[in-house]
Nanobody, 116 residues
Framework: QVQLVESGGGSVQAGGSLRLSCVASGSIFSINTMGWYRQAPGKQRGLVATITSTGRTNYADSLKGRFTISRGNAENTVYLQLNSLKPEDTAVYYC??????????WGQGTQVTVSS
C-alpha cells in the first residue's frame, strides 16, 4: 500500500505561481512513476505531467513550458511547479503513483484556483 499526501494548492491571480508537493509513504520501494493529473469542474481528469524513477518526464502538450515536474532526493516526493497560471488552470490537482506491481494509487487532491 502507498499513501499520498498532497499540499501546496491555493488561490492565486493570473500570472502567479504555485508549487505542489506530494509525499508518498508506505511501500515506497515499489514506486515507478509519479505524476500529476487535474480535474476541472464538469471535465474529466487529465494528465498534467509524469516522471519515472529514472527521471524521464512526460507533459500534456498544452502545459509544456509553464509547468515543471520533479522528484525529491528521497524519491518518495514529487513536485509540480506551476508558473504563469491562467484561470483555465483552475482545477483539483491529484498526485498519482504507479508501482512495480502495476498498482495505482491516488492522492486526495489539492485545489488550485486562479483568478483573472
Amino acid at each position: 500500500q502507498v499513501q499520498l499526501v498532497e499540499s501546496g494548492g491555493g488561490s492565486v491571480q493570473a500570472g502567479g505561481s504555485l508549487r505542489l508537493s506530494c509525499v508518498a509513504s508506505g511501500s515506497i520501494f515499489s514506486i515507478n512513476t509519479m505524476g500529476w493529473y487535474r480535474q476541472a469542474p464538469g471535465k474529466q481528469r487529465g494528465l498534467v505531467a509524469t516522471i519515472t524513477s529514472t527521471g524521464r518526464t512526460n507533459y500534456a502538450d498544452s502545459l509544456k513550458g509553464r509547468f515543471t515536474i520533479s522528484r525529491g532526493n528521497a524519491e518518495n516526493t514529487v513536485y509540480l511547479q506551476l508558473n504563469s497560471l491562467k484561470p483555465e488552470d483552475t482545477a483539483v490537482y491529484y498526485c498519482k503513483v504507479d508501482t512495480a506491481g502495476a498498482r495505482v494509487y491516488w492522492g486526495q487532491g489539492t485545489q488550485v484556483t486562479v483568478s483573472s
